[in-house]
Nanobody, 121 residues
């Protein structure tokens, strides 16, 4: 059974930092790309970042470029999202997801349960 478990969410003041972790089990970790998504109350889910399998290509949405950093540790089957300079607009439930194929352009078929991030002004 494929499982993705997020952790590291919480409350932080604007300008602060958090690091999210996504622990993955149930498949060959380095054969799948892993992405982070978020959904704020009343808004649609949006992509935040993705790190590819194999060549570790990295993608960021414009609204997090320069503030967030994604990384993966294949030895620990874990992907991290370091979030710096957080803004109240970053408040959302953050989800990690794994692709069914190799690249970040593949379908994200596996999802975690989400972790809440709250940024106060």
């Amino acid at each position: 059974e494929v499982q993705l478990v997020e952790s590291g969410g919480g409350w932080v003041q604007a300008g602060g930092s958090l690091r999210l972790s996504c622990a993955v089990s149930g498949f060959t970790f380095d054969e799948h790309s892993i992405g982070w998504f978020r959904q704020a109350p009343g808004k649609e889910r949006e992509g935040v970042s993705c790190i590819g399998s194999g060549d570790d290509r990295i993608y960021y949405s414009d609204f997090v470029k320069g503030r967030f950093a994604i990384s993966r540790d294949n030895a620990k089957n874990t992907v991290y999202l370091q979030m710096n300079s957080l803004e109240p607009e970053d408040t959302a439930v953050y989800y990690c997801a794994a692709t069914t194929g190799w690249s970040c352009g593949s379908n994200f078929g596996y999802w975690g349960q989400g972790t809440q991030v709250t940024v106060s002004s």
